[in-house]
Each structure stands twice: as C-alpha cells, then as structure tokens.
C-alpha cells in the first residue's frame, strides 16, 4: 500500500564507540532514547515502524505533530538523562510493506538525519514548506545537499527550538559536507548497487576514533574495491582535509608504497628522492583517509603501514586485500557475496527486483541493451543465473553483459562452461576484472606452492566441509593451518551456520577454478579423489544406522551435513564401476527413505544392483528397493524383489535378514489388501523373531498384525497390539519406531472416537518428525492429526497433498484424497467430494490398494445415496463388498452390507433386507463398540420393524 507520510529517524551518536569503552552508560542512553518514544508517539499521532540498534524509524500523518514530537524529543533527551541523539525527518511517498516501509523517501530521510549533529533536528525543503504557516514552529536554512541515487539536490533545514542544538551555528564545517573531498577517487559507468548494510557496518567502525585501520578482506570479485570507494566517498568529509585513493594493483614491490602513496598526494617533483620523509612529513599533521587499494601482493609491506599510522596519528587507512595484514591495530571487515532470492519469490517481481544481485544484473544489462526489462518470461532464469554464480558480482556482471547476444535462458545454459562465458573485451579499471578466471588466478599466483597443491586438493569438495574431511585429503599436512592459510587468502570461506562445528566451502567459480587446475596434474588428481571417496566411506561405515539403538535423529542430522558428497561419491562409484559402490549405497539408503526422496532413492539403489549377483549383500540392495517401491505404490514390483532378497537370505541362512524381509512381505501385502497373506508372513517373522531373540523384528511383526487389524475393522486390537509395540521400541530405545507407532495409535484412537487420547498421542510425534526432518513420516501424521482439525480441508490441500506429491507417495496421496472426499461430504458439498474420491480411486486402482479402492466404492455409494441414484449407489456397494469379503474386513463389511439391507428396505425387499441385517448383527461380534453403537443408532427402528429384537439385546 502506497501513502503519503512523514518520516522520522532517529540515532544516537558516538553509541557504537561508548559500548566499547563504557557498556553501562551506553545502555543508559539506549533505554533514554527509546523511553519517551511510545508516549510521544500517542499524544502526536505517530507510529514506530522500527527500532534498529540504536536508532529508530517512525511516521506521522501530520507534519506539524512529526515536528512537535521531534522537538518534544529532543527536549526531553537534553534535560534527563542526556542522549545524544540525531533526528532526520522528510516527507513523501512511501510503500508500507510486511517487513517495514521501503522507498526513496525513506533514504532521503535518512541521509538527511546522518548530517545532523547530537541534539539537533534537520528537515527537508519539502517538509519545511508544510510548515510555513506554522509560527509556533522556527526553522534555519541548513544548505543544499546531494545525496546519493537522488537526481536533485536537496535543501535542508534546522529547526529553532528551545534546548535544541542549531547545527549552523555551533558547527560551521557542517557545510564541508557538500564538497567532494574524495580526491583521485575512480569514476564509474554505472550506479553503486545495494551494500547498505555493509556501508553502515563499514562507517560505524571507521568513525570510531580507536580504529585507525580498517581492511576490506575477501575473494576476487566481491566488490572490494567498489564498497571501499563508496565508504570513501560517503565519510570523505569526516576528515578536514579530505581522502585520497591510492591504487597498489600497478607495483610489484613494497618499497613502491611510499612513492604510489607520494605521487597520489602530490608531494612535489624534488622532493621525490625521499618518498618515505617526504610522504609522512606531507600527512603527519593531516585529518586523511587513504583508501590503499589491492594490498594482497604487497604483504611484505605491511610495516609500512604501520609506520605511515604511528607517524601520522590524524590518518585513517581502509585496506582491500584478499588476505589480512594481521597487524594489531587491523580491523578486519570480511566481504561476502550478496544475497540471493528464493526461487520461490522469483513470481512477485516488485521483491524480487529490490534483491542486490537481481539489481546487479538488471543495471548490467540495460548498459549494454537499453530496452532490457526484468518480467515474468525471464525472472526465473535471472534468478537462477544469480544463485548458480552465489551472488558474486563480477560473476553477474560479466553474466549480464553477455545479454547483449543471449537471452537469459541462454545464459543459464551455458553456465555450464562458466569461464568461457564469464569474460568481457570491454575495458575495465583493472584487466583482472575483465574475466572472472583472471581474477582467481590472480590470489591463486600469491599462494605458495605447498598450498597451491592442497587448494587443488580441496577442490574436489563441491560443498562446504569439515575440518576432518580436510585432514583425510591433505594427511601429510596440518589441515587447521593449511585450512587457515586458505581462509586468510579468501580462497575459502568459513560456515558458521552450524554451532556445534565450523564447515569451510568454496565459491563455485574458485572452486570450478581449482577444478581445472586439479585436472593439469592426473596422478594429483587420482589421488584426492580417492581420499576423498575413502573418507566418505569410513565416515558412513562409522556412523551407521543402529536400529536397535534408535539413534535416527542423530543419524539423519549428520547425514544432512553431507549429502551431497554422499551423492557426489555414489555418483563417482558409478562412473568407475566401482564394486564399492553396493557397500556405499547400503550405508545412506535409509536416508532417502526417510527424508522423502523415494525416486532418487529408488534410482541410486537401482543402479547399485550391478551384475548377477546372489549374495547377502544383493540381497540387502532388493530389500532397499523394494522398501522404495513400496513407499512410491509401487506394491508388486516390491513385493517381486522382497521375494527374491528372501530366497536369498534363506539360502545364505541370514535368519536377520529373513525376518528383516518377512516383515517386509507382511507390509507390503497388508498395503495390496491381502490380510490373511500379511498375517501369515508376519507370523513367520514373528516365529523366528522369537527363535532367535530378534526382538526389534518382534516388534515389527506385531506392528503389521496391529495395521491388519485396524483396518480389518478391530480398533481395541489393534491398540492392545500398538501398546506392546510401543514398549518393544521404548525398551529398544528406537525413538524413530516409537513416534511411528505413537502416530498409528492416534489414527486408531480416532476410529474409537477417543479424540483427547488421540490428540495427545500424535501431537509429540508431529513435533519428533519435524525435528528429524522425516518428511514422509511427517507428512502421513500431519494428515491423520488433519482429522483432528477444525480446518482440514486447507490442511490438506496447501500442505499434505502437495507434500506427499513431491516424495512420491502413492498410498499417502491416495489416502489424503479419501480424507479431503469425507471432508467435502460432511459439509454436503457432493460436487468436491466425488471429484476427490474419484482422485482417490484412480491413484488405488494404480497401485492395486484393495482397501483404499473398497473405500472409495464405499464412499461414492453414499455420495450417490445423496443423489438419490440407488442403481449407482448398489453397483458401487457390490463392487466394495466383494473387496471386503476378500479382504475379510469385517469393519468394512458391517457399512457396506448395512447400507445395501437399508436399500432392500426402501425398495420394499424385506426378506432380502432382513437377511442382511442378519449378516450384520453376526459381524458386529467382531467391531469395535463404537461400530456397534453406531448401527444401533442408526438402524434400531429397521430392525424393530423387521423384527430383530433378540439379537439386538443379545449384543447390548
């Protein structure tokens, strides 16, 4: 929403120096400054956008309240506890957003408060002409100010209160704030992008008095030197007399400093056979900054810049370089990349566009093809173009110049061969810049030969990494000084994402440098790659998954950290026919089960299977497959390799694995429908369970005759059975097991209709799953607490059915439409809930579901009950019930024979009618209560009328 208002910053000046020296009273100030805000505020109509640090953002409706709060303000802050605190205001459009308000507007305030002195209040020319009639309220002309990506100047004035600080008066060099000082300072073909908080960071170091050297550190392509010449350039005016930018790229020795640093400030022509007396002599009483650009090969020099700070104590250095001095006066200021957007946002293209490195890339583009416009057809290509490149801006702008010829789609293409494509002809300030590999060859050239060898090295690593993995591809070397080395030359970064341990990474364009350096040398090259596929081996080898300790969370935790290499190694296996791959795959296969990524999972396993193989180990590699087939529908194909993996573990006599994979049959035939089948499997399993004290596979059986059994019809069953589960995996310590089982308890509490046992049974498990990242297993729970909600419907469609499409999901998805169906036909939306049952019947009938596909017969005989369609309603209630018999699901059974009898009663066939009540009143011996109460509820006067008495008290 777009509106018109005034805008008020706030900051309290010198807050970041005084928290360095005296914590206590810069608090003091912090809590004086934001006291009276919420007060003033109220009585002036205001409102707080923001409180940031030690500053404050606000706005009015009212120009005349703004002003009278500001002073109030002020006032305040002068007469207690003193707070030195500036106030900026301006006034014009803004556009309120969920973060804040953004807009020009805003900056302009804001660059108006940073002019300002403690205690004073600076205004625009706009702000101040709606103030002309107001006399109460005095305002001075302060000047005329350019700001940075604003097109005119804008005027300023003080406002004239009592106990307010008049800026012109008490400090005249104010006015130094509209010269450009910055002397020597290159020029550039387009605008500065983003960085601002970076500007702030940078500015609030270097105007602390204690801090004399600051150094801009990071790889090639940062931005360095475009961030240290905006600092400059921002802060020229701090000093009395100016800055100066020295370029160091152009000298190849330290004893060229003094003369490059001379030559900048323009010592005299005969004094120049002293460049160190003459340059010091020239600063030493001077207010400066020097901005002492590419230092990294200079690094022998760093006593110069020690010297040049000793002997000229008003100088203040900032330093690029892509490796510290690790002087003691050093503030280090380490650059990043800028950030990427989501591909997600990549549709809202207004947020997207504010983004730095979209920014980046469109101000790119449009130098060098004018009518260039970021919209719908290529914002998901540019995004992409700039997560692919990390946010390194180099890398953008040498991407973007190329959109000359290629549109962005092309571009994304052919970031594939990233250094043909990152390089220019156009001239630029360095010739490094003009092509991306250049520049990393440049910091690649400083390092020494030992750690050019371990850079090579560890660019087999295509994501961050740990300390060890680093010592076990470098063993004759200490990692942790090598690694250091890396660092200080911004040749690796470090990821302190994770608090329990620091992980270091490469940039993709450093690390596709080393790449290719790495392939110069194939001995070299052979060596590191095996060292890093053998650590990765040994790590899963170690950290395997325990199943009768239950340390799944754990296990899944460690693994997340290092996927990728475990798909880059299987990968690696796969190319070289390398027979360690099927060990290697049966270590990480769990992993994709779990977290959802059943395709990827089935694919990877699938090529593992190499050769005719019939040994324990192929056999293990069936039972992985057949565990995907499974969770993706799949039932016969997994049915088909769980058959082969058994006849080969009862060959090998692996009563482990035979239990492991009976179990298995059980499930996957429970989930065809075929009960009496999955009982008797999970009674052989059970047996040798018990034979062998296999208790974890104990537990399992169990597990499948409890599903059996729910959905047989028999909740009590099932839940006695659920609870020997449970204490099986609690005793077993299986967390994983436990949560799953929790969950299938919940599921059966609800068809008891013990809502209060169910909600606080699933509700630990949802928060267990989330937490381990299980998505399928999250996922499943989520659906069946759906049933719980007071709002299942949006439940379902925004969160469960889309997440169970992406893992693959077949029986889920399939259950989830039936669940969303029920839903629509307890509101007696009949249109919805046959477009989704029908959903649900195509997915069972193609993953030969018999119980899912009986329910949705089932379901569609009550929707066209509803309709009043009794020849539809009986053909769907026949084509249910010989699933049922099938099945011998008496549950199913007592509705679908119910309804049939209450349609011979309607069409007047009494006998046949009476005959299936019967049949009924027989199956109700083998439901639950609730089943049983609900027939009697519903059918009671049927039965009178049919006279049915006997049976009916018989079951009462």
């Known amino acids: 929403m777009r509106k018109i208002v005034i805008i008020m910053f706030t900051d309290i000046e010198g807050y970041t120096a005084l928290m360095q020296k005296d914590e206590v009273t810069a608090v003091l100030w912090l809590e004086g400054h934001r006291k009276h805000f919420e007060s003033s505020m109220e009585k002036y109509g205001g409102k707080i956008v923001q409180f940031y640090g030690d500053g404050s953002l606000s706005i009015f409706e009212s120009a005349v ?34 973060d804040g308000i953004i807009g020009d507007a805003v900056n302009i305030a804001s660059r108006i408060e940073s002019l300002a002195l403690s205690g004073s209040i600076l205004i625009s020319g706009r702000l101040n002409t709606e103030l002309k009639n107001q006399k109460e309220i005095e305002t001075q002309w302060f000047g005329a100010f350019e700001f940075k990506n604003v097109e005119e100047p804008i005027e300023v004035f003080a406002v004239n209160a009592p106990g307010i600080i008049n800026p012109e008066a008490t400090h005249p060099k104010a006015k130094l704030k509209t ?51 905006e600092i400059g350039r921002i802060i020229t005016n701090e000093f009395n007399d100016g800055s100066y930018y020295v370029p160091l790229d152009g000298i190849n020795t330290d004893s060229d400093i003094y003369k490059t640093i001379g030559s900048v400030l323009g010592v005299r022509e005969q004094d120049k056979a002293d460049w160190r007396t003459k340059t010091v002599e020239f600063l030493k009483n001077l207010s400066v900054l020097l901005v002492l650009d590419n230092f990294e090969h200079l690094l022998a020099g760093k006593n110069i810049v020690k010297e040049i700070l000793d002997l000229c104590p008003y100088l203040k250095l900032i330093i690029t370089s892509r490796s510290n001095l690790n002087l003691a006066e050093e503030r280090e200021f380490h650059l990043h990349p800028f950030d990427v957007p989501e591909q997600k946002l990549a549709t809202e293209l207004n947020l997207i566009s504010q983004n730095d490195s ?36 180099l890398a953008i702008e040498l991407a973007a110049s190329r959109i000359k010829i290629f549109s962005p789609p092309q571009i994304l293409h052919r970031l594939e061969d990233l250094f043909s494509l990152l390089k220019t002809s156009r001239t630029t300030n360095q010739k490094r810049h003009q092509a991306i590999l250049e520049t990393i060859r440049w910091s690649y050239d400083l390092l020494t030969q030992e ?38 030359n911004s040749l690796l970064r470090i990821d302190e994402s994770d608090p329990e341990e620091t992980r270091f990474a490469m940039l993709r364009v450093i690390r596709e440098f080393g790449q290719k350096e790495l392939a110069l040398y194939p001995s070299e090259q052979a060596k590191a790659e095996n060292a890093y596929t053998n650590y990765y081996l040994k790590f899963l080898t170690e950290n395997q998954l325990q199943g009768d300790t239950g340390k799944t969370s754990h296990w899944l935790m460690l693994l997340d950290k290092e996927i990728e290499h475990i798909r880059y190694v299987s990968q690696y296996y796969l190319r070289n026919n390398d027979h360690r791959l099927r060990t290697f795959t049966l270590l990480h296969w769990r992993y994709f089960l779990l977290k959802g990524f059943l395709r990827e999972g089935y694919e990877l396993t699938n090529k593992a299977i190499m050769g005719n193989f019939a040994d324990r180990l192929q056999g293990q590699l069936l039972v992985a497959m057949g565990a995907f087939s499974q969770n993706l529908g799949s039932f016969r194909d997994a049915r088909s390799k769980f058959s082969h993996a058994l006849s080969i573990f009862i060959k090998e006599e692996d009563h482990d694995q035979t239990c492991i994979t009976l179990n298995n049959l059980a499930w996957v035939e429970f989930r065809l429908g075929n009960f009496v089948k999955s009982n008797s ?100 729970s989520k659906a069946v607490q759906s049933l719980l909600s007071e709002n299942p419907i949006s439940i379902l469609v925004e969160e469960i059915i889309p997440s169970f499409n992406d893992i693959g999901d077949s029986w889920g998805l399939g259950l989830a439409q039936q669940f969303l169906a029920n839903e629509f036909l307890n509101l007696q939306d009949f249109s919805q809930a046959e477009n989704h049952i029908q959903k649900s019947l195509d997915i069972r009938t193609s993953i030969d579901d018999r119980w899912g596909i009986c329910n949705c017969h089932l379901i569609k005989a009550i929707i066209y009950l509803n309709h009043q369609n009794h020849f539809e309603a009986r053909r769907h209630l026949n084509l249910s019930y010989v699933l049922a018999e099938q099945m011998d699901a008496p549950g199913l059974l007592v509705d679908i024979i119910s309804l049939l009898a209450w349609l011979d009663f309607k069409e007047r066939k009494l006998l046949e009618s009476g005959e299936k009540f019967r049949r009924v009143l027989d199956l109700l011996h083998h439901v639950s209560k609730l089943k049983q109460d609900e027939f009697m509820i519903k059918y009671q006067d049927i039965l009178r009328q049919l006279d049915l008495k006997r049976p009916i008290s018989r079951l009462k």
Request: hydrophobic content about 45%; some cysteine.
């Open 681 to 780: 499997y999970a009674h052989d399993a059970l047996k040798l369970a018990k034979k062998y004290h296999r208790e974890k596979h104990e537990a399992t059986a169990l597990n499948n005759y409890a599903w059996v059994e729910k959905f047989r019809g028999n909740p009590e069953g099932a839940i006695s059975l659920f609870n020997q589960v449970y204490t099986f995996q609690n005793n077993l310590e299986n967390e994983h097991a436990q949560a799953f089982c929790m969950v299938n308890k919940a599921w059966t509490y609800i068809d008891l209709g013990q809502i209060e046992e169910a909600q606080s049974t699933i509700k630990p498990a949802i928060g267990y799953f989330h937490q381990v990242g299980d998505r399928q297993l999250w996922t499943f």
């Open 179 to 229: 010269k450009n000082d910055a002397r020597n300072f290159p020029n550039y073909a387009h605008e500065f992008v983003g960085r601002e908080k970076e500007i702030r960071e940078l500015k609030a170091l270097l105007l602390q008095s204690s801090h004399r050297l600051v150094t801009i550190l990071g790889a090639g392509g940062l931005g360095k030197t475009r961030l240290a010449v």
């Open 65 to 98: 309240m703004a002003v009278k709060s500001a002073i109030e303000l002020q006032q305040v802050w002068q007469k207690e506890t003193v707070v030195p605190v500036r106030i900026g205001m301006h006034v014009g459009e803004i556009i309120m957003h969920e």
């Open 451 to 488: 750690d050019q060898k371990v850079f090579r090295h560890f660019s087999v690593f295509n994501v961050g990494f740990s300390l060890d993995a680093a010592q076990a591809l470098v063993p004759e070397t200490d990692a942790m000084e090598v690694v250091e080395s890396l660092v200080n």
């Open 358 to 393: 979209i920014s980046l890339f469109i101000q790119k583009a449009k130098q060098v093809r004018t009518n260039f416009v970021l919209d719908i057809n290529n914002v998901n290509s540019i995004v992409m173009i700039c997560r692919e490149l990390e946010g390194v801006p």
